[in-house]
């Protein structure tokens, strides 16, 4: 069942049966401030045999434009409408399915791209990276006006960051908990460090209690959001990713096939170990392989 | 089954049945740095009585002889060699069961009390208060001296840390994973904020496996500790304390007989509760009621 796209032929085969093509972005197109081998040309050939794209991250630090910067830098054509993330997605949520009230503000942990995706939908938000470098463990007051929480990955999080966090989710009454995304690990320095689902990990441990809502994948969310504004068929798209619990699972839970890339997280033997349950359609060695 | 001492008969009748009281700390005889009313006065009628008294407390993040300044500074008599901490049972756990190696040394995740029990038993440590306020994102290099990490409450805790402890455990084969003590919560400035087991979580969630010890309450490392030192009859020994799944199921893991007082985490209500499963043999309102 799990087809190694090994030869050229292989691979333009795969390109011809799609439409559309959904993309993880880091351990994918780059890791940390490094992209691989031939992704920019691969992504050119997609776009020159008229196939969409989309980039659908977990990746909560960055703004849908700081994100576009990024592609730029690294000679990727991409459109802010192609761009999907989980403080994207965390920002459209609190918006349109929570309807957040316009008198409430939300305490993040995390980096910008959190505070700046809630103030595109005009939700005000506090902590986050301002809160950063905080070493003092004085009593929390009261702040009544935060109606959420939302936590991502925050390579600044302290003490006092969870200690805000838990005091507003225990004395707000109604006061929502959401995570952008369960990524236990994300790469970078070639090595792996904690990401957001463990920076998340002591406020779930001190509430005793999961989040109401996590949006990253594999939660379906972003993939609802494409289909609501792309009408594209499922059946002609396929899901581009080297995470099997987030990205592959992301694209299976939807029902469309997947692409385990072997640059990033999973390694071959992982995906093809008889003890893993989550088997993509295909597995290739990098993305940048297409350009070959 | 569970009795409340309510008249001053009742609790006489407590006093005369048991030679040996151990005592948990925050929350029994104080919170933060107050006292309740009648503790001292409470604690010195037991010593007039005769009764030997050991305090058994989670706090990791002072040594044994600070624990001894906090006392004489409430006016309660106590010496070095009747106080037990998660801290102290730590050190002593690292170096008589895990017989720690000389040429390696422990990474903490903790405040000084840690650092001062391991130095104490000639364990050499990094970390820990000293690695309080970084805050960059930069790659850690390897440390192949560490060989445990130790975490306990770390009110100074940043990203930085999690990262370096993380690296070790991941990279280092054999590096032990050592949890002072599981209490997701304590109670400071009159409220709760997370305590050494939300600490913990991000480098469990990372992992993905639980530590190999945790030796606070209710583990039982503490209560050998005391036996081993002390030879006291189990059956005339009451383990005092507020919170119902450290302190009393401490007591009741060890078969000895358990007070709670009302004075910290658990309220009357949720002792006497249906849904409770850790039930005390006794409760009271507050240890210092015994002055009165």
New interface residues.
């Given amino acids: 069942m799990l087809q190694y796209l090994s030869t050229k032929e292989d691979r333009e085969a795969f390109i011809d049966k799609y439409d559309n093509f959904l993309f993880d972005c880091d351990g994918v197109l780059w890791e940390g401030t490094n992209t691989f081998d031939g992704v920019a040309e691969s992504m050119t050939l997609l776009r020159e045999k008229g196939k969409r794209v989309f980039f659908v991250t977990n990746n909560s630090t960055k703004s849908r434009s700081s994100f576009l910067k990024k592609f730029e830098g690294f000679g990727i054509k991409a459109e802010l409408e192609e761009v999907f993330s989980s403080a994207f997605a965390t920002a459209a949520y609190l918006k349109h399915v929570l309807q957040f009230p316009e008198d409430k503000k939300v305490y993040i942990i995390g980096m910008d791209g959190i505070k700046d995706e809630l103030a595109a939908e005009g939700i005000r938000s506090c902590g986050g990276e301002e809160d950063?470098?905080l070493?003092d463990?004085?009593?929390?007051p009261d702040d009544k006006e935060v109606g959420a929480v939302v936590i991502g990955l925050?390579?600044?999080?302290?003490?006092k960051k969870?200690?805000k966090a838990?005091?507003y989710l225990?004395?707000n009454p109604g006061c929502y908990f959401i995570v952008t995304n369960e990524d236990?690990?994300f790469p970078?320095?070639?090595?792996?460090?904690?990401?957001a689902?463990?920076?998340a990990?002591?406020?779930?441990?001190?509430l005793?209690r999961h989040p109401d809502a996590v949006l990253g994948k594999p939660a379906q969310n972003m993939l609802e959001a494409i289909y609501a504004e792309s009408h594209i068929d499922p059946k002609k798209t396929c899901m581009i990713g080297d995470r099997l619990d987030t990205d592959i699972e992301f694209g299976m839970n939807g029902g469309i096939d997947t692409l385990c890339v072997l640059t990033g997280i999973t390694t071959k033997e992982q995906l093809l170990s008889p003890d893993n349950r989550i088997r993509s359609t295909y597995y290739m060695d990098s993305f940048g392989d297409f350009s070959k």
Wanted: proline share 5%.
């Fill in positions: 950063a470098g070493t463990n004085d009593s929390v925050d390579t600044k999080v302290n003490y969870y200690s838990f005091a225990t004395r236990t690990t970078q320095h070639g090595s792996f460090y904690p990401g689902g463990a920076i990990a002591p406020i779930i441990a001190a005793g």
